[in-house]
């Protein structure tokens, strides 16, 4: 952005939805005045054209400046002025139309009233064009002295040369495909442009008018056939260009100035180079007006980002903005100023500049004379160091705060019911995991849940943009809304979100967020964001309890048991009218979790088959459980843990996200592999097709179509691997979770600590990216280790891992198992400079529901096995120690087939992979597709013992790599 701004002299907004383009402008004397003032033209597709005589106005235009306005049938594709007439040397208008083209004079009539003279556009002569018109140029072709001539370009490449009232001639171009910017250069009496094939060509006009081949001497438009029209000279530009400007200033040197896409070309008249300038931005129009010193050419640039550049050649002289994108530049003398920048933009905005800056008339006031009172002004500093001092040792956080924007307002309304008609049907998601992936009873759907944004704003702002956010696999109809303006405050902008279940996996969060980016009537940017809650039957139905799992949480209080039809009223279901002590939970993607809360004791137990289907629930029970007890106005409820930590079952998902990840390098480097040896096959069969003397392939094009095969096949199973990989980020993050709520609970830890421990066992699993989440929590955990948690001044001498692929998980699974048992041994995550963090509120809302009064005496507390529970209560090591064989690994893991992964990549740094991976994720044990390269076989029968084994062929690819283009011949002779 520049320091300083073009002023306006004098502007105009020319009609209202009309368009303009590069020809639309033309600045000129076209009223022949004594004065020599030019006047302002402009023509729009529309048809209108406008002469203004502008003058210094700082409000605008007047409407003495309008001294011409009408309508012509036709849209105005170019404007120019010139000595277009054969009986004077006056200037004239030429208006070119699709199919005509029209020179017309403008005059003035004396008035008789004091309104002054009125100006008149009088026809003068029109050619009837044959082909559809694209721009014109003018000039004395042929070196005709007091006259111009008009040559018409067509869309088809022909160009047709009038010669004033008559027609001369129409030649085609050769290897015309699309039309070009056209220029007419008088010293050499040729034409320039700027064909399709991104070259700079140069035809004489005397080539043009004698390339003739009609066997009559008339010449007519009607043309189908010519001669080839040789050309005087090429350039090869390599881009499009976007104006051709030529230079014929005095001190300056003959030259063809062209404004390419990216760059600015000078070319001498032969067609070398003088001097290019390439371009930091995206050019729109631009002007060589004159030349200050000797040899030098002053360029005017417009660009998309409302600048207007001046160089002289290369070096950037002046920068100024404007108030709008220009498409076409001019310079006009004016009233009372000369040099006036004139622009006009597409949608009709034309103003006059002027650069430099306005002289400042401000002048400061003289400052009073007073006294200082230093025994003032020293109490005065005094009081403000004991205030500095005492804000120091209360921990205060002095640094002064931006205030809170209320230029937006997002209201987010979240119904309580689902939608009757699920929307999710009639959405397609750009990903491959939709909606109809959900495995589903027959007479089930994907729910669907439509929310209710609102923008409010007391400002008028432009182009807001709002977006919508949902975690994976939770899907949205539409994430994005462009609102052209918001700002009434008693109709505020709305907009219906639809969310709704689309992978076959278990969210590990239902938070939304809703950003709004716009852009303040200053020009400032700014963001505002929201978070909100969606239902949590948004993702589960009621089903009936199961009395068996695997993995099984027990959350202990210190009330009285509570109903759970009063707790989840809104996900009864087939338990509606239960007892009350038992309720099942079923996502649409299969897992099924069991609640239960004990008759006599105070405490509640979840158990489910899948570890990472329990979080959802589990927060859910314990924020309807904060609510229901703060409802009723009971105080001092408090939820704890007491059993061991799942951290086996825990550390089964790490083992399978990790493999994961390896799979995912060794796929890489795998494929990197096969690809430089499909190069190098590609290499040899190429040196063997161009060699003079035909010799046998040595089944090479067979190497070449396995190794094809197998590049399709690794890609395939790197996309595989992926969602996989996305699945199971999301199941880690759901388990993650539920460790770091249940050390909350079982230590009873501050919200301060609650923090620290959640930024260090961070949920926030990232799937692409560099550093991936078993290094980052590795480094994060050592690091409570080494400080807060640290046992004697040893353990803070230990130097960190880098951040990198670990070669194995060990490390980070003895290190949580360290952490868990450094807190139950009293440990505390306090770190010196955190701010305080408010303890957090439970925000759900329970719906209502007619409430079971607990009974007055507390019922006497029930022992685990009275319930049927069985806690692990063994001691956590200090150690971890390695999990059995048979529990951790299955004969085929949740990956499938993909192809074989035991033979890695020579020169990989990565450690051999095992063919057998980690059980956890009942939804990833699906079958892969995919082939095996080493069972394919010759389908052909005819060629079954002539074709080589395909592992035959590759196990001598290295010598190809290696050797270069030195044909090993053992490849050849073991093919053979």
């Not at 040729?190 to 060509?201: C, G, K, L, Y």
């Not at 290019?276 to 998309?304: Q, R, W």
């Not at 695997?550 to 039809?565: C, F, S």
Request: glycine content about 6%; overall charge negative; charged content about 20%.
């Amino acid at each position: 952005m520049s320091l300083f701004k073009a002023r306006d002299w004098w502007f105009v907004s020319a009609g209202a939805d009309e368009e303009y383009d590069q020809g639309c402008l033309c600045v000129a004397n076209i009223d022949n005045s004594s004065t020599g003032l030019d006047k302002v033209i402009i023509g729009s597709f529309h048809g209108f054209l406008r002469i203004y005589q502008p003058e210094f106005c700082k409000e605008g235009s007047q409407a003495n400046n309008v001294m011409l306005e009408t309508q012509f049938q036709y849209p105005i594709l170019q404007l120019e002025a010139g000595r277009f007439v054969s009986v004077n040397e006056s200037m004239h208008l030429a208006v070119l139309h699709p199919r005509k083209l029209v020179v017309y004079s403008v005059g003035a009539v004396t008035g008789a009233v004091e309104h002054g003279s009125q100006y008149q556009l009088n026809l003068l002569y029109e050619h009837n064009l044959q082909r559809t018109a694209y721009s014109m140029t003018y000039g004395p072709f042929g070196s005709v002295k007091g006259k111009d001539f008009i040559c018409v370009q067509s869309m088809d490449g022909t160009v047709s040369v009038f010669e004033q009232e008559s027609f001369a001639f129409s030649r085609f171009l050769p290897g015309f495909l699309l039309p070009g910017p056209l220029k007419y250069i008088q010293r050499t009496d040729s034409f320039v442009t700027v064909s399709s094939s991104r070259q700079v060509e140069c035809y004489k006009y005397q080539v043009l008018a004698v390339a003739t081949d009609s066997s009559t001497k008339e010449e007519s438009q009607k043309i189908s056939k010519g001669k080839k029209i040789t050309m005087d000279w090429t350039y090869n530009l390599g881009e499009q260009a976007l104006d051709i400007a030529v230079v014929s200033f005095v001190n300056a040197p003959q030259s063809v100035m062209i404004l390419g896409e990216r760059n600015l070309y000078c070319l001498k008249e032969n067609g070398s180079l003088r001097y290019t300038k390439k371009l930091d931005y995206n050019a729109s129009c631009f002007l060589p007006y004159t030349s200050v010193n000797e040899g030098t050419i002053m360029t005017m640039i417009c660009t998309h980002t409302k600048s207007l550049l001046v160089y002289e050649d290369i070096t950037l002289k002046w920068a100024a903005t404007l108030e709008h994108i220009p498409v076409s530049i001019k310079v006009g003398n004016y009233q009372d100023l000369k040099g006036v920048v004139t622009t006009l933009s597409e949608t009709g905005h034309l103003n006059c500049h002027y650069l430099g800056t306005d002289p400042s008339l401000f002048v400061a006031p003289a400052t009073e004379s007073r006294e200082l009172n230093y025994p003032q002004l020293d109490d005065e500093m005094r009081d403000l160091q004991r205030a500095i001092k005492e804000a120091n040792s209360k921990g205060a956080n002095v640094a002064p705060k931006r205030a809170e924007s209320a230029e937006v307002e997002i209201v987010v309304s979240v119904p309580g019911n689902l939608d009757n008609t699920s929307v999710s049907k009639y959405c397609s998601t750009p990903d491959t995991w939709h909606a109809s992936n959900v495995q589903l009873e027959e007479e089930d759907s994907v729910p669907s849940i439509t929310v209710k944004v609102t923008l409010k704003s007391k400002l008028g702002l432009q182009n807001v943009r709002l977006s919508v956010f949902s975690p994976f696999p939770i899907a949205v109809n539409q994430d994005t809304f462009t609102f052209p303006i918001i700002g009434d405050m008693s109709n505020p902008t709305q907009s219906l979100v639809s969310f709704f279940q689309r992978g076959n996996s278990v969210p590990s969060s239902l938070t939304a967020e809703a950003s709004v980016t716009y852009t303040t009537p200053s020009g400032a940017p700014r963001i505002a964001q929201t978070q909100f809650d969606l239902p949590l039957q948004l993702i589960c139905k009621a089903c009936l309890p199961v009395k068996t799992a695997v993995h099984k949480i027990t959350i202990d209080t210190n009330k009285a048991p509570v109903n759970l039809n009063d707790l989840f009223p809104d996900l009864l279901g087939e338990n509606a009218g239960g007892p009350g002590n038992a309720l099942g939970f079923q996502f649409f993607s299969g897992p099924k979790v069991t609640v239960l809360a004990s008759k006599t004791s105070q405490r509640y137990r979840l158990q489910s088959d899948t570890l990472e289907a329990m979080w959802l629930i589990l927060k859910s029970l314990i924020d309807r459980l904060y609510a229901y007890h703060q409802s009723i106005g009971a105080k001092g409820f408090k939820c704890s843990f007491q059993g061991a930590m799942p951290l086996q079952e825990y550390f089964d998902t790490i083992d399978l996200h990790y493999e994961l990840r390896m799979n995912a390098e060794r796929y890489r480097e795998l494929l990197a592999q096969r690809a430089s040896q499909f190069r190098a096959i590609q290499r040899r069969l190429l040196t063997r097709f161009k060699d003079k003397t035909p010799a046998p392939l040595q089944n090479l094009d067979t190497l070449l179509d396995g190794t094809y095969r197998q590049i399709l096949a690794l890609a395939e199973a790197i996309e595989e691997n992926r969602q996989k990989l996305v699945i199971c980020s999301v199941s880690l993050s759901a388990a993650t979770k539920i460790i770091t709520k249940l050390i909350e609970l079982a230590h009873s830890l501050n919200p301060k600590e609650c923090k620290v421990l959640e930024s260090a066992l961070s949920p926030n699993v990232i799937v692409d990216g560099q550093q991936g989440w078993e290094e980052s929590t590795d480094a994060a955990v050592t690091h409570l280790l080494r400080t807060c948690l640290a046992k004697t001044a040893k353990d803070q001498t230990i130097n960190p891992s880098p951040l990198q692929l670990p070669r194995e998980t060990t490390k980070i699974k003895k290190h949580i198992t360290i952490l868990c048992d450094r807190l139950s041994k009293g440990g505390r995550l306090e770190i010196e400079g955190l701010p305080e963090v408010p303890e957090d509120k439970p925000k759900l809302h329970i719906p209502a529901r007619p409430i079971h009064q607990p009974k007055a005496a507390a019922p006497p507390v029930e022992s685990p096995r009275d319930m049927g529970m069985t806690p692990r209560q063994e001691p956590i090591p200090e150690e971890m120690p390695a999990p059995p064989q048979d529990t951790l690994y299955s004969e085929k893991g949740p990956l499938g087939e993909l192809p074989p992964l035991a033979a890695a990549p020579k020169g990989s740094s990565l450690p051999p992979l095992t063919s057998k991976l980690g059980t956890g994720l009942s939804a990833m044990t699906s079958k892969s597709t995919l082939p095996d390269l080493k069972n394919e076989r010759v389908e052909d029968k005819s060629l079954e013992g002539t074709v080589p084994d395909l592992d035959e062929l590759t196990a001598g690819i290295d010598s190809v790599l290696s050797n270069g283009n030195k044909e090993p011949e053992s490849v050849y002779s073991m093919a053979s």
